[in-house]
């Protein structure tokens, strides 16, 4: 479970830049910051003014520190390093297959980015805010490598369509890795509900005691919820795979490039047909979103009963200390605190959804710097559903559940009453609404004489309806009821077990691969 968090989650290491225990990182991180010095406020030799190194020519001065702070992505954007090298690897390459930059080049780019993905993901780059984001960050260094080629790479290419491309494999990739996870849940749901297929326990409407069902067969309604969450994931990501790239800032380029290139290089199925509509689309980030919190709300409802299930007045099921913990102050205490931190994580993520939704109502085409909040929400949506499922995950592997408890829970609240209704159709030929009101004064009885129903005598039921016969007595009790629900989806141990040799086939949870709802 944690390693599947941890791939979700993608956070470089030690991004802050700079091996404390190095002297050759420490000597580059002291060069880079006096670096940033000169590339922030830089002398224009015609005009004597201090320009941006940025935006060139256009600016007399360098930003404010004010406008760094509240302008600079790079704290959350570099989480998207691998996505944003693999899109300038694959604009390298299509330049140069189109003759815009030398193969030479090419190559260049290639080796100078790889020594980049090197760098981050050993700890040893420097990130700077006063290069905003990733992209220039990633440009910056390039240039220091490898010189002339690195400042033709952005041709035919904006930051525009380059943040919407990172943006999207980022997404796709954690779609991807939610999907797996997911799947896991599903498949550690099954194999605890074939392990209680005909464990008898309460079914529960309003919390009130409904009919009695199966422990597995409760357990297999979440299988059908997260199936549709992958499903959903899923389509989201069909309708995400198209490409940005090449959109430039939003009117497309004059060069002659294929953006069919670039788009099967980077695993999409398409390049996005309408400039204006790639640059200024984050429809795929709210879908995300979207599908993250029901599936939230859905992992939500299966902790909150596992709290109610560990509770003294049910005590269902009880988890080991790998979930739980104490109390500072009641020695006695054993807190599900694991499934009621899953219960709260759709607050963030809602939260990020409607966050989104507002930063993008109203927002005139193309694009504009209110776009860069899209991120934020999402990271941190993505890492709380990946730590939801693991935790949830781990959660249903662990728990021990207590069948005794709950077939004692069966004794009260005449969970049979519906099928004493079913016997007056279907073995006396009584319209269900009158047999609904009989079987409700045969209850109000067994209630005045304090037994279920299974314990009235023949002659009491009688009483109130003198067509009864000793065959009632064949579908009072709690096994009986539930041996008799075999319609297609129903809790009969049998029936559960075909939906659970079902549910594998439709998930695809005998093999390793995952693909969300069946077709």
Not at 79 to 104: E, N, Y
Not at 115 to 136: C, K, P, V, W, Y
Not at 343 to 351: E, H, S
Request: glycine fraction near 8%; charge should be negative; charged fraction near 25%.
């Amino acid at each position: 479970c944690r390693d599947q968090y941890q791939r979700v989650s993608q956070r470089p290491q030690k991004l802050q830049g700079g091996n404390s225990g190095n002297s050759k990182g420490r000597n580059r991180t002291a060069a880079i910051r006096q670096k940033e010095c000169h590339m922030t406020d830089k002398k224009d030799t015609h005009s004597g003014n201090m320009t941006s190194s940025i935006w060139g020519g256009r600016f007399s001065s360098g930003p404010s520190e004010l406008m760094q702070d509240i302008n600079a992505s790079i704290d959350f954007d570099k989480r998207m390093f691998r996505q944003d090298i693999a899109g300038s690897k694959a604009h390298a390459a299509m330049l140069a297959s189109c003759g815009i930059i030398s193969d030479a080049d090419r190559q260049a780019i290639d080796d100078g980015l790889d020594q980049i993905l090197n760098e981050i993901t050993s700890g040893t780059f420097t990130f700077s805010a006063a290069l905003e984001d990733i992209h220039m960050n990633i440009e910056s260094r390039l240039a220091e490598i490898v010189g002339e080629p690195a400042r033709r790479l952005h041709t035919a290419r904006s930051r525009n369509d380059q943040v919407a491309t990172d943006f999207r494999l980022w997404v796709r990739e954690v779609i991807d890795s939610l999907d797996v996870a997911l799947a896991d849940l599903q498949r550690t749901l099954i194999a605890r509900a074939a392990e209680h297929a005909d464990t008898l326990m309460p079914g529960y409407t309003h919390l009130q005691t409904a009919q009695p069902v199966t422990f597995g067969f409760h357990l297999m309604a979440y299988v059908e919820m997260f199936g549709r969450d992958r499903g959903r994931l899923a389509d989201a990501r069909k309708r995400l795979n198209e490409s940005p790239l090449g959109a430039a800032a939003l009117a497309g380029t004059s060069f002659p490039t294929n953006r069919n290139q670039t788009a099967e290089l980077l695993g999409f199925d398409r390049p996005s047909a309408n400039a204006m509509d790639a640059v200024s689309d984050r429809d795929f980030a709210v879908e995300f979103l979207a599908a993250a919190a029901l599936c939230a709300v859905h992992m939500s409802r299966l902790a909150e009963e596992i709290v109610i299930w560990c509770s003294d007045g049910f005590k269902f099921i009880s988890l080991s200390d790998a979930f739980t913990t104490g109390s500072s102050i009641m020695p006695q205490k054993r807190n599900p605190d694991a499934a009621e931190l899953v219960r709260a994580k759709p607050g963030r993520i809602i939260g990020s959804l409607n966050g989104l939704l507002i930063v993008l109502k109203g927002l005139p085409l193309a694009y504009g710097k209110d776009m860069q909040e899209d991120k934020e929400g999402v990271f941190d949506a993505a890492d709380a559903l990946a730590i939801a499922i693991a935790a949830t995950t781990g959660m249903v592997a662990d728990m021990t559940a207590n069948p005794a408890a709950m077939r004692a829970a069966l004794a009260s609240g005449f969970p049979t009453a519906t099928d004493l209704a079913d016997y007056l159709v279907r073995d006396l030929g009584m319209p269900f609404r009158e047999a609904h009101h009989v079987s409700g004064a045969i209850v109000a009885l067994a209630s005045e004489k304090g037994c279920d129903l299974d314990g009235l005598d023949l002659a009491d039921m009688q009483a109130i309806e003198p067509r009864i016969t000793s065959a009632v007595l064949d579908v009072l009790t709690c096994e009986a009821a539930v041996s008799m629900r075999t319609s297609f989806g129903g809790t009969a141990p049998d029936e559960v077990r075909a939906r659970i040799a079902d549910a594998r086939i439709r998930f695809a949870l005998d093999s390793n691969i995952s693909n969300g709802e069946s077709s």
